[in-house]
Nanobody, 120 residues
Framework: QVQLVESGGGLVQAGGSLRLSCAAS????????MRWYLQAPGRQRDVVAT???????DYADSVQGRFTISRDNAVNTVYLQMNSLKPEDTAVYYC??????????????WGQGTQVTVSS
């Protein structure tokens, strides 16, 4: 059983920073691409940032230059450093990863989400 557990959300004033973490645990042989998504109330879930196993990153235009995705493969964890936060960044943030458990097929797994609220 594979689990992704996020942490680091909370309430912050506009212009502030937060760092989200997402740790993968369980039966894991290999983790390929890892991603962060956000979902604001009443809206669809959208990808925010992506990082490959080789460390290649990609960002949504709305967060480019403000957010940084990184990963520590030794502990199966992906991070999202969020700077210069804006009220429109308020959402539930989810991590997502492509994982090969070593038995059976590759699977795409989701964390439970962590709330980020940015006050104006």
């Amino acid at each position: 059983q594979v689990q992704l557990v996020e942490s680091g959300g909370g309430l912050v004033q506009a212009g502030g920073s937060l760092r989200l973490s997402c740790a993968a645990s369980g039966r894991i042989l290999t983790i390929s691409t890892m991603r962060w998504y956000l979902q604001a109330p009443g809206r669809q879930r959208d990808v925010v940032a992506t990082i490959t196993s080789a460390g290649v990153t990609d960002y949504a235009d709305s967060v480019q230059g403000r957010f940084t995705i990184s990963r520590d493969n030794a502990v199966n964890t992906v991070y999202l450093q969020m700077n210069s936060l804006k009220p429109e960044d308020t959402a539930v943030y989810y991590c997502n990863a492509d994982i090969f458990p070593g038995r059976g097929p590759w699977g795409q797994y989701w964390g439970q989400g962590t709330q980020v609220t940015v006050s104006s």
